[in-house]
């Protein structure tokens, strides 16, 4: 069972439009992380999330951690080609294990 | 900015082999993590160190051990490898109190 569920698991829209990816879990986490990865490489830290309704803002990329800590969501405004790639969030649990949702494949196309 | 290196690149084995992946964290991370991430899946963590210990441990078959050396870096070692051990495997360190985690560019392991 996957303990992270990230929604969409496939997204592709032309470049312009604004996309919402979802991360959900039935666990409480102490921080949540974002990461981009490309084909062939490690993920790159976006952003940490650790308090709940924390917002954070990356140019044009919003994230939000839930009230309660078990979900949080990536807002990409005007999306661009290059924002094309695997989005995966990772929750942080125990002695900082990092549990990662099964991500989002992201296809801005131009 | 120095990142996380880890080697080999690219580590093509025979079944039944044995494999050596390396890390080497970034400067001053005393924390070094192993994941797994098999075609289109994503990365599951096998085990961490902090400090050379072993500091937690996940979905790491007994076929492979692995530790963390007195300069920090980390060796992984797959024996009795199998096909389904092909996939990425990733590297990551962190400063154990930021818990910010910063990944390698991965051994990519092959078993023909």
């Known amino acids: 069972t996957q303990l992270l569920e990230q929604s969409p698991q496939f997204l592709s829209i032309q470049e312009g439009e604004n996309l919402t990816v979802y991360c959900n879990s039935s666990s409480v986490f102490s921080s949540l992380q974002w990461y981009r990865q490309e084909p062939g490489e490690g993920p790159v830290l976006l952003v940490t999330?650790?308090?709940?309704?924390e917002v954070k803002k990356l140019k044009r990329l919003t994230f939000q951690f839930g009230d309660a800590r078990k979900d949080s969501s990536l807002h990409i405004t005007a999306a661009q080609p290059g924002d094309t790639g695997l989005y995966l969030c990772a929750g942080v649990r125990g002695a900082q294990k990092l549990v990662f949702g099964q991500g989002t494949r992201l296809t801005i196309n131009p | 900015a120095a990142g996380v290196i880890q080697s080999p690149r690219h580590l093509i084995k025979e079944k039944r082999e044995t494999a050596t992946l390396k890390c080497y964290p970034i400067p001053r991370h005393d924390t070094v993590y192993w994941y797994q991430q098999g075609p289109g899946q994503d990365p599951q963590f096998l085990i961490s160190f902090y400090e050379k210990m072993q500091s937690d441990k996940g979905s790491i078959p007994d076929r492979f051990s692995a530790q963390q050396f007195s300069d920090y870096h980390s060796e992984l070692n797959m024996s009795s490898l199998e096909l389904g051990d092909s996939a990425l495997y990733f590297c990551?360190?962190?400063?154990?109190?930021?818990?910010?985690?910063?990944f390698g560019s991965g051994t990519q392991l092959s078993v023909l």
């Open positions: 990551a360190s962190s400063e154990a109190v930021l818990g910010k985690l910063f």
């Open positions: 999330v650790v308090t709940g309704g």
